[in-house]
């Protein structure tokens, strides 16, 4: 058996030894884990997950390998990965490159050989918290010094965010829709593109001003890393749109519409993240399976009082999933319709705003 080469050590004393692949280096993150049994590649190229460490539940990672078609983003931002086993000899027709080779062709370190089951359970019962992936020879007290000492960053979604728009069009286009970037992940534009939009991506601080001169149809907000609270350019051009356009928010996007009119969010102890998380829809009473990664959550009890109504509800501990406000022209949800594991069963969320859009323009055109 080889000599380990690579540890982890946790905020709470921990340590484990395994084997390093991908990028030769140390990182400093906030550690969770993703109970998903497929999707890596989505996972790891996901702008959620930047400055975290994801521990995958699943055994075995890496069998199928990385392909050009499938990334969330362009240049992958997670922290690291942490898995049990991991395959370097994929088979699969469609893979490009192996995932050590694209883990270390973006910096991001990870290892394997180690008990993920004990470090999820760990994460279940204590919530998640600081790690650092380094080299095995790094003495135990130098590594948990330089963990309790590291900050979680408040600017990921400035870092992920685009510096400059940039376009996805579609033949014969029935919309064009504005999607402010706070790590958008590139399946929901190609779902807006096959709604029949034209989408214009701009950043994350991006003011009202310049999107109302794009005379867009409707505004979505996508996705992204970190806390709602420090995303407070999007958080302000919500309040000053509402009304205006039809707004659509996934995930971050939902937790920002929710601060924007009045609800408030709050840090879970160890989030969700996987791809059978059962969510009801209150509206109609049937339950659909999601796919979801966040941190932060709506608190259900502060929708009172606000022009937020709740429309869909998480089944395993009855967190907010989905809140609308009609006369306001917006609705959110706090899981990926884009990824939805059933057949299809959130599609639905984006013929919504389809509908909205529709009807938004009816009424221009009954008014001109």
């Given at each position: ?39 890596y590649q989505e996972i790891v190229s996901d702008p959620s997950y930047t400055d975290q460490m994801v521990c995958m539940t699943y055994p075995l990672i890496g069998n199928y390998g990385m392909t050009d078609e499938d990334y969330e983003t362009r240049v992958p931002t997670m922290g690291g990965l942490i898995v ?285």
């Amino acid at each position: 058996m080889k000599p380990y080469n690579k540890k982890i050590v946790l905020e709470n004393g921990y340590e484990f030894y395994g084997y390093g692949f991908g990028a030769d280096k140390e990182a400093i993150n906030e550690l969770v884990f993703n109970t998903s049994m497929v999707g890596y590649q989505e996972i790891v190229s996901d702008p959620s997950y930047t400055d975290q460490m994801v521990c995958m539940t699943y055994p075995l990672i890496g069998n199928y390998g990385m392909t050009d078609e499938d990334y969330e983003t362009r240049v992958p931002t997670m922290g690291g990965l942490i898995v049990r086993e991991y395959n370097d000899l994929p088979s699969n027709f469609r893979y490009t490159k192996t995932l050590s080779e694209v883990l270390d062709e973006y910096g991001i370190p990870a290892i394997s050989g180690v008990d993920t089951r004990k470090i999820t359970r760990i994460i279940r019962d204590e919530g998640s918290q600081k790690i650092i992936i380094t080299d095995a020879s790094v003495p135990y007290e130098t590594a948990l010094k330089r963990v309790k000492a590291y900050e979680i960053p408040t600017d990921m979604v400035s870092r992920v965010s685009c510096k400059k728009r940039w376009y996805s069009r579609t033949p014969n286009h029935k919309f064009d829709v504005v999607a402010i970037d706070c790590g958008i992940k590139l399946n929901i534009v190609r779902k807006l593109n096959e709604k029949g939009c034209n989408v214009t991506v701009v950043p994350y601080d991006t003011t009202s001003e310049e999107i109302l001169n794009m005379k867009p149809d409707g505004l979505f907000l996508s996705n992204g890393p970190g806390n709602p609270e420090d995303v407070q350019p999007v958080i302000s051009v919500v309040r000053e749109l509402k009304g205006k356009l039809p707004i659509f928010g996934i995930c971050l996007g939902h937790q920002m519409i929710s601060l924007a009119l009045g609800a408030k969010t709050f840090k879970m102890k160890f989030g969700h993240r996987g791809g059978n998380h059962p969510v009801m829809n209150m509206e109609t009473g049937k339950i659909e399976i999601t796919s979801q990664n966040h941190s932060y959550a709506v608190d259900c009890d502060s929708l009172r009082g606000t022009e937020l109504k709740l429309t869909h509800k998480n089944l395993l501990d009855n967190t907010a999933e989905g809140v609308e406000s009609m006369e306001n022209k917006l609705f959110s949800v706090q899981y990926h319709p884009e990824s939805a594991p059933g057949p299809q069963d959130s599609a639905y969320l984006f013929d919504k705003f389809i509908k909205l859009m529709e009807k938004e323009a009816e009424q221009y055109a009954e008014e001109n």
